[in-house]
């Protein structure tokens, strides 16, 4: 697929195509302004190639209308380097939010936050506020969001970029530990120390093209 | 849940932004009680128009010193033209009758007036009462004549008047009207920013945009009915003192406004202020939420 941007002089993506099997842990790296981030959002449907086609479990995203998007997304989901939690939530409140907001009732969030909570190890901190965890607990947070809807794919963009090197071995062990429940993981990120530990898929990009995709592969 | 949801979020809003929200709810119910007013007004003026172009007459009055032989002849000659529908004649008693009722609550006047010193007339009523000007044209030069009036001509003064009045009301109506669409826009945009965090995780977690919308538009909604039913309490206000004031006088000329009239405003009143505002919320959440 192809998606060039308005107003760039060159395709953000250029003829590119990969296709990533159900349960697989996939890294793209690359410099900033590659790429990789525009794969993310084709992904989440934010942005639509000029070319070729996207395919998101088994359905065609590409031609997918935007009052379908919502529904979508509750299959896949998001982790940023800048966490994006509700400041005035607790931790709890951030989880149960995701869930309530599309539908599901209080009864069911008082059963499954505290849960996924713990099993991001954040037991006993579930009433604690954003500015009273440290970093590598709000992302922890954020992972518990993305996870509490037992999504197919989740997508971590850059999830360690905010985090110091340990924080974000413990973050990676996370993700990797949601990966062998089965839900794809798929990670743009630069951080060469996370790549190069993990031994997973990587696929690198560069100026729009896929250089290398390697199983198993470091950073190079 | 989700609808506790939805409605405490609209409280939270519209105190959020409490004076915002005081703007929007004042200036919809001034655009609001104008156009009731309006609308009261062009309801008036219809009804006040059936009643008196119903009964409205081309009198033509006599000379004092008119003869038998020049009304005979003038009323063969109105009787039979197709312009005129029907023709009376009021002679001298009738017409004393007539003023003493038309006055009857100024008996000096009445006690002035000798049946003598009031003319003789026809009282014509005509196919179409806008063709005034024929038949002026067509008997002003009859013998015995002394002048012509047509009452239409006074009626059109008045109900151009009450026009006047009713189009000033729509208009002020329409500018308020685009003063309160703009302040939902803002105030709407508003709520937005303040809420972006939240609306930003809602789109990522896949909430349906009715759900994202809801608040932002039913906060609009609430404060537009909310200024109807300001809008409507201004218009009984109004009827209240009118009746207790000069304007009391005018009662016999213009038919008075029911109350029932007023509260069956209200319907239009409220619709035109919970759609404007929803639709304006609507479109303003479209270009700056882009959901």
Known sequence: ?220 | MRMKYVLSEVLVGLWRNVTMTLAMIITMAVSLFMLGGSGLLYQKVGDMKDLYYENVEVSIFLKADANEQQRTDLETKLKADPLIKDVTYVNKDEAYKRFQQMYADAPDLVNAVKPDQLPESFRLKLNDPEQYKNIYDEYKTSEGIDTIVDQSKLLDKVFGVLTGFQNGALAIAIVMAIAALLLVANTIQVAAYSKRREVAVMKLVGASNWFIQAPFVLEAVVAGLIGSVLGLIALIVLKTLAAGSSMAALEGLITPISWSEIFLTFPLMAAVGGLVSAVTAWVTLRFYLRV
């Not at chain 1, 003829?15 to 959002?41: D, H, L, R, W, Y």
């Not at chain 1, 499954?112 to 991001?120: A, K, N, R, S, T």
């Not at chain 1, 006993?124 to 809807?149: C, D, I, T, W």
């Open chain 1, 1 to 220: 697929m192809t998606k060039t941007y308005p107003k760039a002089s060159r395709p953000s993506l250029d003829n590119v195509s990969v296709s990533i099997e159900k349960g697989e842990f996939v890294f793209f790296i690359g410099p900033s302004g590659s790429g990789k981030s525009t794969i993310i959002k084709m992904l989440l449907h934010e942005v639509t190639p000029n070319k070729g086609r996207v395919i998101v479990n088994g359905k065609d995203v590409t031609s997918m209308r935007s009052w379908k998007r919502p529904h979508f997304r509750r299959s896949i989901g998001c982790v940023f380097q800048d966490f994006r939690l509700l400041p005035n939530r607790t931790a709890y409140e951030n989880v149960a939010f995701a869930l309530e907001v599309i539908g599901k009732t209080k009864a069911v969030a008082r059963r499954v936050v505290p849960e996924v909570l713990e099993l991001v190890g954040l037991g006993g901190k579930e009433h604690r506020y954003p500015h009273e965890l440290s970093g590598g607990e709000q992302q922890r947070v954020a992972v518990a969001r993305a996870f509490v809807n037992r999504p197919l794919i989740l997508l971590a963009d850059e999830p360690t970029g905010n985090l110091d090197p340990d924080t974000s071995i413990e973050i990676m062990r996370l993700l990797d530990r949601i990966n062998r429940t089965g839900t794809t993981v798929v990670m743009v990120t630069h951080d060469s120390n996370i790549v190069n530990q993990m031994r997973r898929r990587v696929v690198e990009i560069e100026s729009g093209r896929i250089v290398r995709d390697q199983a198993r592969g470091v950073y190079g």
